[in-house]
């Protein structure tokens, strides 16, 4: 009988445990799904939308080493774009569920760093504007963080226990890394090197604890088994599930071609006035973690803290978190959403930091408010990011981001075709030089053109037609019909457009005042007679 209240107790704590990591996990998931489809698909996802549809001719991914992403994700997308259809929820779920996944494995630190820390940790991540934002593109960095969390959970697991499952964790998320993307390879160089640092490290101002290296829990034999595995899995998604083994080869020519983009900035530079340099180091990432992550900002200070006695492990993470953030600052060639796979072991390195302060001998309110103050600022800037700036240029991660007037021409097409699929046979000419994410889009129409200059037809005679609008009248000189005209901005770093509907197959659509106004452009009328000069 006297054992009935600890045990009733012991219920209460798991319940409770179990609770506030269902809660973390649902302000995620409410983040990343709600409203999924409020911004038009990115120039990005077009692409990898492309060529889903191009596997779909082929069978397979043609691995192409100048492409500088590997074949993982577009199987991934493969599958939820045939279950789901042309939609950008099945385009866009893959990523939220991996940016879920690294908020669940977040949580699962708790083994290295205590409960405090990995639940801060991940709430952290799950109210991250970039992890959000990020985390809702149909892009591959959302896997890219999940495949480092894992790799990193293996790691310091062969660390601590030297557990087979931990093995078989680390060979994963490696082995997912390099299916993924090429710039992985600077994550593992700087795993390695925060080894060698901290140990040289150690030698100066030891750890505390230190952590020494487990014996192992697995055989040779089961090294040899998983490495087999994983150069198993590599070549069967490189040689596009053995359909094409000249994608083998080029996934080691991708990374000399690689080298070459990564030490060049490839039009993707950042050296305005808000992003200056220190020497060779850009801090961009700091700026935009000023800006908009501060419990990643946090980690950062705190990782700098812990180059006085501190854990091991963590030390370790700190290092390995500094040298990626360093290793990117380096690097000329910048795209913002590249920050997720730098900002999420600076989340945990933010719990740390809480956790240290809440058993400090100051005042018990400093890290609750700290952590309050930085969480809900981050949750504030997600909220106002994600679903009201989603397409605002002068945001930094919205970049090259489709605009809303992308639905002038989109939204007669789709929604014609939607009441008739016979209209998916209209046809259309687009005389733009940047046109995704359309092809992607319009990836059901049958008919569609995509020309350069070099290429355009004589005479246009589309059901539909776009060009920039500033080459209006040389387009209006090659139409022989009358056609309903409307303009509209593709993207902010574009010159705007216009596009053309034919007046017999439109009309009936545009007769309906909810689907907005436009010009009528007939080449048959005669031109309008000057106007008359003032009297003098």
């Not at 999924?36 to 549809?53: C, Q, T």
């Not at 040389?474 to 056609?483: C, D, I, T």
């Amino acid at each position: 009988m006297q054992s009935r209240p600890s045990e009733i107790s012991a219920r209460q704590v798991l319940f409770m445990s179990l609770l506030a990591e269902v809660g973390i996990l649902l302000l995620a998931a409410l983040l990343r799904l709600w409203g999924l489809d409020i911004k038009p698909a990115h120039f990005d996802e077009g692409i990898n939308g492309w060529f889903v549809d191009q596997m779909r001719s082929s069978g397979f991914y043609r691995y192409d080493p100048e492409n500088y992403h590997g074949p993982l994700w577009f199987y991934i997308l493969f599958v939820f774009l045939s279950l789901g259809g042309r939609s950008l929820w099945a385009l866009r779920l893959p990523a939220v569920i991996a940016s879920l996944a690294s908020v669940w494995t977040a949580l699962r630190f708790d083994r290295f760093f205590g409960t405090t820390t990995a639940r801060i940790g991940a709430l952290g991540l799950a109210v991250s504007p970039a992890a959000v934002f990020y985390g809702r593109y149909a892009i591959h960095e959302a896997w890219v963080v999940l495949s480092l969390m894992i790799l990193t959970y293996g790691l310091l697991g062969l660390w601590k226990e030297g557990r087979r499952a931990d093995l078989a964790w680390l060979v994963t998320g490696t082995t997912m890394l390099l299916l993924l993307k090429e710039t992985g390879v600077i994550h593992l160089v700087c795993f390695t090197l925060a080894a060698l640092v901290l140990m040289l490290w150690q030698k100066i101002i030891p750890s505390k604890p230190s952590q020494a290296l487990a014996r192992p829990g697995w055989s040779a034999r089961d090294a040899l088994l998983f490495a087999a595995l994983a150069v198993a899995v590599l070549a069967f998604f490189y040689s596009g599930t053995f359909l094409n083994w000249h994608g083998v080869p080029d996934f080691f020519r991708a990374y000399a071609k690689w080298f070459q983009t990564g030490t060049g900035a490839g039009g993707h530079e950042k050296t305005d006035y808000q992003f200056r340099s220190f020497g060779f180091l850009n801090w961009y990432w700091l700026a935009l973690m000023a800006r908009y992550e501060w419990p990643a900002l946090l980690g950062v200070a705190f990782a700098v803290r812990l180059a006085w006695p501190a854990p091991a492990m963590m030390r370790y993470l700190a290092i390995y978190a500094l040298g990626a953030l360093a290793a990117y600052s380096i690097v000329p060639y910048k795209t913002p959403w590249c920050i997720i796979a730098i900002l999420w072991p600076f989340a945990l390195l933010f719990g740390a930091g809480i956790d240290e302060l809440r058993r400090a001998r100051i005042p018990r309110a400093v890290a609750p408010l700290l952590a309050v103050l930085a969480l809900v600022g981050s949750l504030g800037l997600c909220l106002r990011l994600n679903f009201r700036h989603f397409t605002d240029p002068k945001e930094p991660y919205v970049y090259v981001q489709t605009q809303p007037g992308i639905a002038v021409i989109t939204e007669p097409l789709l929604g014609m075709a939607a009441k008739d699929p016979g209209k998916h046979a209209l046809s259309g000419e687009i005389l733009l030089e940047s046109y995704y994410p359309l092809p992607w889009i319009l990836g059901d129409f049958t008919r569609i053109g995509y020309y350069g200059k070099d290429n355009e037809p004589a005479k246009l005679d589309g059901d539909f037609i776009t060009a920039l609008t500033s080459r209006e009248k040389e387009v209006e000189k090659k139409l022989s019909a009358p056609y309903l005209k409307r303009r509209y901005e593709l993207r902010d770093s574009m010159d705007g457009c216009t596009v053309w509907f034919r007046e017999k197959v439109f009309a009936p659509w545009f007769s309906d005042a909810l689907h907005g106004k436009t010009e009528r452009f007939d080449p048959a009328a005669p031109a309008p007679s000057p106007s008359a000069k003032p009297s003098e």
